[in-house]
């Protein structure tokens, strides 16, 4: 086939820089989708490739007038708004809940993968692959060591549970954690729309879900407490939960 993008780019480069782009950009958004994160396999192919598209077309579809081969285009004007512009679409994923903020990884990822595109675009192809590389590895073999070494808010597990008034929940709550590698971060007391209730909302900190759990099972079988809730607060989607009905025990209690 002998088509070709304004004599400049044969249409065998065209294919080659845009399936490149969408091939690397897939890479990174299967890492995305496999931990369940808002953008994932298809938006990032889709911001890689079309990132390519528009690098393409700010290098080869505006070619110089023949008569002023020094004029000043300037390719890199169009890619310079898919810096700035991408920005837009990564703030779509960031939540920010509380006091903490969820969604960076992933917009940091979005970002970047442009930058992919736009190497890929430019015929940059061994800048695109290492860099590629580089980011898989920022995502995959980092994450290891930043559980192990530092705190993060993906630690946080939110319970929330209504009991009797006049239980002794702090007591089961207490009783409950005691010998066990959980923490208590924050502890909230509201009315609940039963009078006869009261709702607690506690906020968990702890390096393995299973601790949790076992305290959720403790939790469960404390005295007065109908109902309860466990939510694995992880990056952008609840990882796990649990909701317990005991009020046709309540009168055994």
Known sequence: MDFDLGGLLPFQDLVIRLGLATVLGAAIGAERERLERAAGLRT???????????MVVSTYGFPLPPNDPDGALDPSRIAAQVVSGIGFLGAGVIIFRGNTVKGLTTAASIWSVAGVGLAAGGGLYIPAAVGTAFMLLILTGLLPIERRWFARDDRQHLVVLRARRGTDVLGAIQEAMQGTGVHLRSLQIHPARDPEEEAVELVLRAAEPREVLAVVGALRQADGVRRLSYQHQGGNTLAQERAFDDDDDDDDR
């Open 44 to 54: 990032h192919a889709l911001v890689s490739v079309a990132s390519a598209l528009i």
